[in-house]
């Protein structure tokens, strides 16, 4: 499978976050879960300032909101163990869609050969 270009790349990032609800996208690598693409998150270089501290922050409902490196990590995870799951119940499937629903988010996770969305 040829690998998407960058422009495929952000034309699917702009379209799925102008999408009444969404927050933010991410794009990760299959193989590690680093973050190819993203909107909406900040990345940990965006929010840390040289002395470590948080920058940018007003109040706690800020300082609670995750980094794009934090979601990516959790997201890479949560796929893994589902693949688990999948292998476990037949060696030949794969995932194809996960959708994880809390009370205050929603998340699709898409697994593609070389990325997820």
Do not use: C, H, W
Request: without cysteine; negative net charge.
């Amino acid at each position: 499978m040829a690998q998407p270009s960058i422009s495929t790349l952000d034309e699917t990032l702009n379209r799925i976050s102008s999408k009444p609800g969404v927050r933010s996208a991410l794009y990760l690598s299959k193989t590690d879960g680093a973050i190819i693409r993203s909107t909406g998150l900040a990345l940990e270089s965006q929010t840390s300032s040289a002395d470590g501290t948080q920058d940018g922050y007003r109040d706690e409902q800020e300082k609670k909101q995750k980094t794009a490196e934090e979601v990516a990590k959790m997201v890479f995870s949560f796929i893994n163990a589902a693949g688990s799951v999948a292998n476990g119940l037949d060696e030949s499937d794969d995932v194809q869609l996960l959708r994880l629903r809390t009370k205050k988010t929603e998340l699709v996770i898409v697994p593609g050969a070389i990325l997820t969305l």
